[in-house]
């Protein structure tokens, strides 16, 4: 039978792992918790703004903007996580007791995974409606309500599944550096797991990139289609590309890093990069809000609206109020099917 270790503290893991412990206040503590505050902070205003306007504008009540706000609620809460993880860190993480630092991390993975499987949803959710021509997906709300309900569940799994069992508390070999008190199987697990959504995510969003790109080619050699086609699909392919740079460049490293520390990588200095490449990862929340929301030109009206609330009644951005109401953007084919006339 294998004796656990619940009643020792967290400094016990981090001695057991050899991953430095401090009782004082460095430079480098404090400049990584200043910049990871500082991104917090950013980070719960900006999707904050998305998840305003999403709600106030009739014209965004459709699945792709559901999974949008989703999507902002997902990355809300990583900022949430993220400050949670700036006032646990560095000399008070040896303060903590065990249920404490599981929470801590269970909040990290827990929100992580949230906003890495809602931007599949929203590549597949886009690659239906590009393909078909449509300027919003068929989807039933109740089928939205469902898939982000899921999407949540899966999260919640995910970061709840080591505090219940997945952990070395009765196995001190098999801890992980980068997190003592994490089996490192649980970190081959979960960096695999994200590193197959990404893979998804890559093909999906390429094979839309070739289809816009085939397509575009084709108008090019007649004259009779819409120039706001050609318009629409030139933002889509900038937007896709944006969007895959950003996420790769974001993601990739940590998981790469997530991985190298679960298989039990003796000569990879994972623990000199882990601070750095978790920030990357929650620089991706910030980002997320700009790239799907700021290349929308009806979402930039609405966050000047919200903005701009205090102003007097005849500033320049109120006739963008007006517009609010008015039939919903899209632009017609010459095959009578709509246009995505969305940068999204």
């Given at each position: 039978m294998r004796h656990c270790f619940y009643n020792e503290t967290v400094g016990f893991f981090y001695n057991n792992s050899r991953k430095e412990l401090t009782t004082y206040w460095r430079t480098k503590d404090v400049l990584v918790v200043a910049l990871g505050l500082s991104v917090s902070v950013i980070v719960l205003l900006t999707n904050l703004l998305v998840i305003?306007?999403?709600?106030?504008?009739?014209?965004?009540?459709?699945?792709?903007?559901?999974?949008?706000?989703?999507?902002?609620?997902?990355?809300?809460?990583?900022?949430?996580?993220?400050?949670?993880?700036?006032?646990?860190?560095?000399?008070?993480?040896?303060?903590?007791?065990?249920?404490?630092?599981f929470i801590r991390q269970s909040l990290l993975d827990t929100s992580l995974t949230a906003s890495v499987v809602n931007l599949l949803a929203i590549a597949v959710e886009r690659h239906q409606t590009v393909f078909t021509m449509q300027l919003h997906s068929k989807m039933s709300n109740q089928r939205v309500t469902i898939l982000i309900f899921c999407i949540w569940v899966t999260a919640l799994l995910l970061g709840l599944i080591p505090s219940y069992g997945w952990h070395c508390l009765c196995a001190l070999d098999k801890c992980s550096s980068m997190a003592p008190l994490y089996s490192r199987s649980y970190l081959t697990f979960w960096a695999i797991s994200n590193l197959v959504i990404f893979l998804i995510m890559v093909v999906v969003y390429t094979h839309i990139f070739i289809y816009v790109k085939r397509k575009m080619t084709r108008m090019s050699r007649h004259t009779s289609f819409h120039p706001r086609y050609r318009e629409t699909m030139i933002s889509l392919v900038k937007t896709v590309t944006i969007i895959l740079s950003a996420f790769v460049i974001c993601w990739t490293p940590g998981q790469v890093v997530l991985l190298l520390d679960g298989l039990g990588c003796k000569s990879c200095n994972v623990l000199a990069v882990e601070k750095y490449v978790l920030l990357l990862a929650e620089i991706n929340s910030l980002i997320n809000a700009i790239v799907y929301s700021y290349r929308d030109t009806e979402m930039r009206s609405t966050f000047r609206r919200i903005l701009c609330f205090p102003c007097p009644r005849n500033s320049k951005y109120t006739p963008t109020a007006l517009k609010l109401n008015a039939p919903d953007r899209g632009t017609l084919s010459h095959n009578g099917h709509f246009t995505v006339d969305s940068s999204i």
């Open positions: 305003t306007a999403i709600v106030i504008n009739r014209r965004f009540h459709y699945p792709i903007y559901y999974l949008l706000g989703n999507l902002a609620a997902a990355d809300l809460f990583a900022g949430i996580a993220y400050m949670f993880l700036m006032f646990h860190t560095g000399p008070r993480t040896a303060e903590l007791s065990l249920k404490t630092w």
